[in-house]
């Protein structure tokens, strides 16, 4: 496999802007079509030019607006392409998240870069591939049987000196061709770049400091801006005293109604004049308490119920049946965490605005920098830097409007950059989750009947969540909530008989929503998985045994297995009461076909449990991984490891904390994260499928340790987690309530 | 105006003393390795080596550096010549979003600078405790840890 190396390159292109590209080629610039053709760069989806260009010097530009958050897709999308257009992979060079260049290929969200942003590509490549097929035929006078490709040469494979190269059949111009969903693929077997664990080419770069982040970039005659936000979430700014910063040089005040910022030259008299400004605020204490959420959550008005799955008679079932169980399982609020705050880069003049952002939607995001700054969404040109991982909507969205904001209300470039408190106060959070389960089981232990109920917010899902700089600056915008598609996997990924399950969409809920890393999936499989370790305790049958009686499906059997045999999962029900002493060892099951249509995994996490304490400690997490086809194995490694140890520590630590006015867990001193010593050993087996379509990687194994975990809990104490975090208050506290079974 | 020793080369700065260093090599010098993450010495991003010692460059006055080398990401290698431990971190792929693996390779080079000997994976996860990763990069970067251990030839 030939060696990668990284560049960034900064070139000028077409109108004169500054455009970043992200290069598999070193030394090489990028040239893109419409430098060359002067014809503006087709975007629209179904054209094979706004994926592709092939270019004189034999390189390619790839387009993509699926964009490298941190996960590998950087490299996993050049190699889709490269080995269906048979091109060496570092000819190819990468555009992410331009609007003006690449095409919409919705927000990198929902584990779909690969699944849906790849497999376009694909498309598009085999396409391309298909034409110069026939343009060699014509060239070449022989049937493309007799041909064959390596590197971009097409050539006659008895006689090989008879040869065209695709430089020759299109460098540099168009190919003026829509895409054939049709055009045939490789044949799996055949491929030698996909399903390779080709190295990340931005890792040496991100590890020796010359990669570019959103946070490094700076554009000329740029002022640092730094937003002050109210101390209580619904606050009204009443006065500014803008001499409070006169002492430090080149800082002003810039208002628009209660939006607040200072500007300077530099960026630390930016933040002094941000900490030294006095302003007042109106009073406002309109969140719930916080002890008292989930009254909270269960007293707020339903706007709509959504049946997730209705199958025969549930409630019948299980008032017929020999024993029913009922639980509830609760989610706390978390915040995304990213380690670097949100950054952005805006330039707005008169009706255009040039504006760089580390967001996962470049496309979708001019919607609401347009509603801010009251502009046509045409004139905005959104570039993508990479930010630090964001994991689903944080703050950059707000900081990129609060950018744009300031930069027209001074007309001059500016940078935002959020600072600690800003991230962990004002990202959009994930809502708090309520889940209450019933099932009746018949004299063997079979589930008869599964009724489940889930409290979340509504979701209007065409609109985006309100931003803050349309909020505090008087600026109309929809009042909508957007959670995100947090009811999917609340139906269990069982096929029983009689079972239904339905999510209350709640009108409000108390802190501006947004989703996190598996919405929903993860709280709702958190909620299927405990409850039915909990009927297989009832029924004194063995976990892994017990989820076997329901499953049919053989990949996820498969899966199962895998996790089981990885573990070297020792078959009895749960609990064990073989242990005495301080430390109770457990191992605990969970199993999930993401939103009941894709990736399929199963996880084993294994814990000690201190009984004294109530300490928690995951220390081995074994997951088995079904994503169909593979395209780059160290990219779904690096993916599942992210996975497990982020949720091991949401599942563990996390749990966002907020007083009548406001968040207050703002550093992470007070929102703590796992740290090195408490990381669980991850250990995986992925099951290749290279004949089927390629699934989500970024989001599915993320559902397992939150049951995984509380089964384990169970298998080591006897004592049931229905709280998420599992913190070791609650770990003692169960243990009162169920009375410690050893 | 402060006279930094940066890189092996010294810098003039005009600044005000009690401008955290942080914004000073990244706004006055350039150098991006270090990366602001909290501002408040918790989570590591902003690590540079003062002579030898990690240090959190966000809560470090400039006034207080004097004759002090500092090194940042950028000093220990590049690309093409990377340090022994940024050479590690690319062999076993140790990063994600990477904006924490600043500190993760400056806490490392300061860790293993200071020892004779391989490190066992306790005490790796014990050096690293206060370095926070949100993307889940640990087990690789503990596997980046041991591995330039063995690159550096620390013994057994």
């Known amino acids: 496999m030939a060696t990668i190396e990284t560049t960034r390159r900064e070139f000028l292109i077409g109108t004169g802007a500054l455009v970043v590209t992200f290069s598999l080629t070193p030394g090489r610039e990028p040239h893109a079509l419409a430098q060359t053709t002067g014809k503006a760069k087709p975007v629209a989806l179904d054209q094979v030019d706004s994926f592709l260009a092939v270019h004189k010097d034999g390189t390619v530009t790839m387009y993509t607006g699926k964009v490298d958050l941190g996960t590998g897709t950087r490299i996993a999308l050049p190699q889709m392409v490269a080995e269906e257009l048979d091109i060496a992979l570092d000819k190819i060079k990468l555009v992410e998240g331009d609007t003006a260049l690449t095409p919409d290929q919705g927000p990198t969200w929902g584990s779909l870069s690969i699944q849906i942003g790849g497999v376009q590509l694909r498309q598009a490549a085999a396409t391309a591939r298909q034409m110069l097929v026939q343009m060699a035929v014509q060239k070449l006078g022989m049937p493309s049987a007799d041909l064959a490709i390596k590197d971009g040469v097409i050539f006659v494979r008895a006689e090989p000196h008879r040869r065209v190269s695709y430089v020759e059949l299109i460098g540099d111009r168009s190919f003026d061709l829509k895409v054939d969903k049709d055009a045939p693929l490789k044949n799996p077997k055949d491929h030698t770049v996909v399903g390779q664990p080709v190295p990340r080419p931005d890792v040496p770069g991100k590890v020796t400091g010359t990669h570019t982040y959103m946070q490094d970039f700076r554009v000329p005659g740029m002022l640092h801006a730094r937003v002050i936000r109210p101390p209580a979430i619904g606050a009204t700014l009443e006065t500014v005293d803008e001499s409070s910063i006169k002492g430090i040089k080149g800082a002003r005040v810039v208002r628009q109604q209660s939006f607040l910022a200072v500007v300077a030259e530099s960026e630390w008299a930016a933040v002094k004049a941000a900490r030294q400004l006095k302003a007042t605020w109106s009073k406002w204490e309109g969140l719930p308490e916080m002890s008292k959420l989930w009254e909270h959550v269960r007293s707020t008005k339903v706007a709509k119920d959504d049946v997730a799955v209705d199958r025969g008679d549930p409630k019948k079932a299980i008032a017929g049946a020999a024993k029913t169980l009922k639980a509830t399982y609760d989610f706390a609020i978390h915040t995304h965490g990213s380690m670097g705050p949100a950054c952005a880069v805006a330039d707005v003049k008169g009706d255009t605005a040039e504006i760089w952002s580390p967001s996962q939607a470049s496309h979708w995001l001019r919607r609401e920098v347009a509603v801010v700054l009251q502009m046509d969404a045409k004139g905005i040109r959104i570039r993508y830097l990479d930010g630090a991982g964001c994991y689903g909507r944080n703050g950059h969205e707000d900081a990129t409007c609060d950018a744009a904001l300031i930069s027209k209300l001074t007309g001059k470039p500016v940078r935002v950059q959020w600072m600690r408190e800003d991230e962990h106060g004002w990202d959009p959070k994930g809502p708090p989750t309520l889940v209450e389960i019933s099932a009746g089981l018949d004299a063997q232990g079979n589930i008869v009947g599964w009724d489940s109920e889930l409290w979340v917010p509504q979701a209007d899902i065409t609109e985006w969540p309100r931003t803050l700089a349309a909020t505090f600056a008087g600026i109309p915008q929809k009042e909508a909530i957007n959670p995100g598609n947090i009811h999917r996997n609340l139906d269990p990924s069982y096929p029983f008989a009689n079972q239904k399950a339905v999510a209350h969409r709640l009108e409000s809920t108390p802190l501006r929503p947004s989703w996190i890393r598996t919405p929903g999936r993860m709280q709702n499989t958190y909620a299927n998985e405990v409850f039915i370790d909990e009927c297989a305790a009832v029924a004194g049958v063995d976990p892994v045994e017990y989820r076997l009686r329901y499953l049919t499906d053989p990949r996820g059997i498969a899966v199962l297995r895998a996790a089981a045999n990885m573990a070297k999962w020792e078959t009895r029900p749960s609990a064990r009461r073989d242990q005495s002493g301080p430390i109770a060892r457990g191992r605990g099951f969970a199993y999930v076909k993401y939103e009941n249509a894709r990736t399929y995994c199963a996880g084993v996490a294994e814990v000690e449990v201190n009984r004294q304490t109530g300490a928690i400690r995951c220390t081995r997490f074994y997951v088995a991984h079904d994503c169909g086809q593979i395209i780059n194995p160290d990219g779904v490694r690096a993916q599942i490891e992210g996975q497990v140890i982020q949720t091991v520590s949401r599942t563990l630590k996390e749990e966002l904390k907020w007083n009548r006015s406001r968040v207050t867990s703002v550093d992470w001193a007070s929102y703590p994260i796992l740290r090195f010593p408490e990381v669980p050993e991850v250990i995986m087996e992925l099951i290749n499928r290279p004949n089927d379509p390629p699934w989500g990687v970024g989001e599915p194994a993320a559902c397992l340790p939150p049951p995984a975990i509380s089964n384990a809990v169970f298998d080591a104490i006897g004592v049931r987690l229905r709280s998420v975090p599992f913190t070791p208050a609650k770990v003692v506290a169960a243990t009162k309530t169920t009375g410690a079974r050893a | ?156």
Request: hydrophobic content about 35%; aromatic content about 4%.
């Open chain 2, 1 to 156: 105006m402060a006279t930094l020793n940066v890189n092996g080369k010294p810098h003039q700065v005009d600044v005000e003393p009690d401008t955290p260093l942080l914004y000073v090599l990244r706004d006055n010098l350039g150098l991006h390795g270090p990366k602001f993450g909290c501002g408040l010495a918790q989570c590591g991003s902003c690590s540079v080596l003062i002579d030898g010692k990690a240090v959190r460059s966000c809560t470090y006055a400039v006034g207080k550096v004097g004759p002090g080398k500092i090194v940042t990401l950028e000093g220990l290698g590049t690309p093409q010549k990377p340090h022994p431990v940024q050479q590690a971190f690319i062999e076993e792929q140790a990063a994600q979003c990477g904006y924490c693996i600043n500190g993760m390779v400056i806490q490392t080079t300061a860790f293993l600078a200071a020892r004779q000997s391989n490190p066992s994976e306790r005490e790796i996860r014990q050096a690293l405790q206060n370095n926070l990763c949100r993307c889940g990069t640990h087990q690789r970067i503990i596997a980046a840890v041991k591995r330039a251990a063995a690159l550096m030839g620390k013994g057994a």
